[in-house]
Nanobody, 116 residues
Framework: QVQLVESGGGLVQPGGSLRLSCAAS????????MAWYRQAPGKERELVAV???????NYADSVKGRFTISRDNAKKTVYLQMNSLKPEDTAVYYC??????????WGQGTQVTVSS
């Protein structure tokens, strides 16, 4: 059974930084592509960043140059480093994986609030 547990959310001022973590179990992490999504109030869930099993990355245009997705296969953890945060980044952030698998699962989500 796939289990994904996010952590690292919180309240941060505009321009600040946060690092989200997603610890995975129940999958062969090293061969799994992983992704971060977010859902703001009243909006649909959107893809933020994806990392392949080989480390290739893709980002939503809205976060390019500010967010970095990375992975540690030994720790079975995927990260999302978020810099230069803006109020419009406020959302619940979700981890998902393995990307493309029929048994892919969602984490429980972690709240990120960007406000002064």
């Amino acid at each position: 059974q796939v289990q994904l547990v996010e952590s690292g959310g919180g309240l941060v001022q505009p321009g600040g930084s946060l690092r989200l973590s997603c610890a995975a179990s129940g999958i062969i992490f090293s061969i799994s592509a992983m992704a971060w999504y977010r859902q703001a109030p009243g909006k649909e869930r959107e893809l933020v960043a994806v990392i392949s099993n080989g480390g290739s990355t893709n980002y939503a245009d809205s976060v390019k140059g500010r967010f970095t997705i990375s992975r540690d296969n030994a720790k079975k953890t995927v990260y999302l480093q978020m810099n230069s945060l803006k109020p419009e980044d406020t959302a619940v952030y979700y981890c998902r994986g393995p990307v493309g698998a029929t048994f892919a699962s969602w984490g429980q989500g972690t709240q990120v609030t960007v406000s002064s």
